[in-house]
């Protein structure tokens, strides 16, 4: 397994930034792809942004784009979110995720259901 750990979620006011991380305790990220989705209140829970392996190919959902940057330093075993001019809409609890790709290192995807595993969610809270 690889255990996931989120930190770095708030409450914000709008037009702030948030910087969520994901570890991976206790193994490495090695050939996994990383995303991470949000479910707010009352909603399914959606994609936001994943990354390759290699961190050369990066996909957003377009409400994000221009806003949030998904970073990794695979020396750390580490996912990062940077999120920049929040809205009130951004809030949500925050899930990080890791998608075993063996050896396709430039591999992104968007779609939960090729995620293997999954942190406990953090939550981001956005006031207006």
């Known amino acids: 397994q690889v255990p996931l750990v989120e930190s770095g979620g708030g409450l914000v006011q709008a037009g702030g930034s948030l910087r969520l991380s994901c570890a991976a305790s206790g193994r490495t990220f090695s050939n996994y792809a990383g995303g991470w989705f949000r479910q707010a209140p009352g909603k399914e829970r959606e994609f936001v942004a994943a990354?390759?392996?290699?961190?050369?190919?990066?996909y957003y959902v377009d409400s994000v784009k221009g806003r949030f940057t998904i970073s990794r330093d695979n020396a750390k075993n580490t996912v990062y979110l940077q999120m920049t001019s929040l809205k009130p809409e951004d809030t949500a609890v925050y899930y990080c995720a890791a998608a075993f790709i063996g050896s396709a290192i430039a591999v992104v995807t968007t779609n939960e259901d090729d995620y293997d595993y999954w942190g406990q969610g953090t939550q981001v809270t956005v006031s207006s």
């Open positions: 990354i390759s392996w290699s961190g050369d190919n990066t």
